[in-house]
């Protein structure tokens, strides 16, 4: 693949000099995840993760936004369970988790290059990379509470085990932005550079790794999945378990319509 690029539906790949570039391609949506987006992710990143010349990936977005999130009116792809609901527990476990799997499992440095909002599962693919560089204006957001769900996409485990659990829960259940000066403060991500200068930061960090030493950078790689994430695969089922719960709450249904209608929601707790 060296010197090719691939360009699905919603997702495009350029590799140069053995570094990859994955942009998320919705920006009519702020890269909204929905059914194709996933299958095209999915794709994308195997692609990259098995390619012998490719020993660096960045992922960013295009236009405005790294990733706004989930696409409310096209999550699932259709797919519903028996009450009609969303079936996200679906959505997750066959199209999301294999992403972030591959991502922390492929022995290669991922350099997430946030170069807008980072919300929701935009936000957990963000912070799931290795290294994080984000522009002064970006920010990072786990909205999921503001329409009744909880975390999922792995940002249960991966946000805990960078800046600990009390900011963790901070950000969980206040639903509250996160600027990316901030994020650097708490620890959340590598570094922040003014917003003209990502692009350019981050294809001179993405050419060092892909120039160093890329087997010492798969064993620390290994080192710290086993120390930070050895039970990824417990908790990313435990989370698709919790948000399918939370997809059948009336609480859902409210967030989801308020957030539609740009209201402020009216939860019940049921």
């Known amino acids: 693949m060296s010197g090719a690029s691939i360009e699905l539906e919603t997702v495009n790949v350029r590799v140069k000099d053995g570094a990859a570039t994955v942009q998320l391609n919705r920006p009519e949506t702020m890269n909204a995840w929905n059914a194709q987006f996933g299958v095209d992710l999915l794709e994308a990143i195997t692609a990259v993760a098995g390619d012998d010349d490719v020993r660096a990936v960045v992922i960013t977005g295009a236009g405005r936004g790294f990733s706004s999130g989930a696409d409310l009116k096209d999550f699932s792809g259709g797919d519903v369970t028996a009450e009609g609901r969303p079936d996200v527990y679906k959505t997750l476990t066959t199209r999301y988790h294999p992403i972030m799997i591959a991502i922390r ?19 957990s693919l963000a912070i799931c990379s290795d290294l994080i560089i984000a522009a002064e204006s970006a920010y990072f957001l786990l909205a999921f509470v503001n329409i009744g769900l909880v975390p999922d996409g792995g940002s249960s485990l991966f946000i805990p085990s960078r800046i600990g659990i009390a900011r963790a829960t901070e950000l969980a259940m206040l639903g509250e932005r996160l600027p990316a000066p901030k994020a650097l403060e708490w620890g959340l991500i590598n570094r922040v ?20 030493p890329t087997l010492s950078y798969a064993g620390t790689k290994r080192q710290l999945n086993n120390w930070q994430y050895s039970r990824m695969e417990e908790q990313l089922e435990l989370e698709a378990q919790i948000q399918r719960e939370m997809s059948s709450s009336n609480d859902f249904v409210e967030g989801a319509m308020a957030f539609a209608q740009k209201r402020s929601s009216n939860f019940s707790g049921s």
């Open 105 to 123: 499992e492929m022995p290669k440095p991922v350099i997430a290059s946030v170069n807008g909002p980072a919300v929701g599962i935009g936000c």
């Open 193 to 212: 550079v003014p917003d003209g200068e990502l692009a350019a930061e981050t294809a001179a960090l993405a050419a060092r790794l892909a120039s160093g």
